[in-house]
């Protein structure tokens, strides 16, 4: 019985937190997928909420959501954040609780925050960071986009663990029409 009635408890506060969590966030559709967007505003540094799921110790073929725990475990996130999109300039993160009189990380648990201001009807994102070898091109489209969603730290790495497909980017990039620049107002330009 008491077990029971824990779990019952700790499934009324999870969905007590998912309810808070819908009041601010709405999923739609997006050029890849579904997508997480405000549904009002949000202030820098906000705790969203953290991200459900199931815990798991290897990786399963079928998902493409699944994010690496601090222990070496892996979340197979649940609606509605397991549809948090890439980008290489996001607006939010994912963090761990760390507790802070011994630094050391606390339980195998996820939480999305804002990195700055989030105006209703934006998307909400995080940088994926994969690494070289998992590396996908992204459609991100930010000013600042890699290419790839790949961990910046291991972009260089992308030529040897991915040769076909890098060969491929840099055949695309030098054959694509360049992008056009736009002034900054009030920026003098050469004559």
């Given at each position: 019985?008491?077990?029971t009635?824990?779990?019952?408890?700790?499934?009324?506060?999870?969905?007590?937190?998912l309810?808070?969590l819908?009041?601010?966030?709405?999923?739609?559709?997006?050029?890849?997928?579904?997508?997480?967007?405000?549904?009002?505003k949000?202030g820098?540094?906000?705790?969203?909420?953290?991200?459900f799921?199931?815990?798991?110790?290897?990786?399963?073929?079928?998902?493409?959501?699944?994010?690496?725990?601090?222990?070496?475990?892996?979340?197979?996130p649940?609606?509605?954040?397991?549809?948090?999109?890439?980008?290489c300039e996001?607006?939010?993160?994912?963090?761990?609780?760390?507790?802070?009189e011994?630094?050391?990380p606390?339980?195998?648990?996820?939480?999305?925050q804002?990195?700055?201001k989030?105006?209703?009807?934006e998307?909400?994102?995080?940088?994926?960071?994969?690494?070289?070898?998992?590396?996908?091109?992204?459609?991100?489209?930010?000013?600042v986009?890699?290419?790839?969603?790949?961990?910046?730290?291991?972009?260089?790495?992308?030529?040897?663990?991915?040769?076909d497909?890098?060969?491929?980017?840099?055949?695309?990039?030098?054959?694509?029409?360049?992008r056009?620049?736009?002034?900054?107002a009030?920026?003098?330009?050469?004559?």
């Open positions: 019985m008491k077990q009635t824990s779990t019952a408890k700790k499934t009324a506060a999870k969905q007590k937190e309810d808070r819908m009041r601010k966030i709405r999923i739609e559709d997006t050029p890849v997928g579904k997508g997480v967007f405000a549904e009002r949000l820098e540094d906000v705790v969203l909420g953290e991200i799921g199931e815990i798991l110790d290897d990786h399963p073929e079928d998902s493409s959501y699944c994010m690496e725990l601090q222990s070496g475990r892996l979340l197979e649940e609606p509605p954040l397991r549809f948090v999109n890439h980008s996001p607006n939010c993160e994912l963090f761990y609780w760390v507790d802070e011994s630094d050391e606390g339980e195998d648990r996820l939480w999305l804002t990195l700055r989030i105006e209703p009807g998307e909400l994102t995080i940088d994926y960071c994969w690494p070289a070898d998992a590396a996908i091109r992204c459609r991100c489209e930010s000013s986009c890699r290419g790839w969603i790949v961990d910046p730290d291991e972009f260089d790495q992308l030529a040897t663990s991915q040769p497909a890098w060969a491929a980017y840099l055949t695309e990039s030098r054959s694509a029409a360049p056009q620049r736009t002034r900054r009030g920026r003098k330009t050469a004559e």
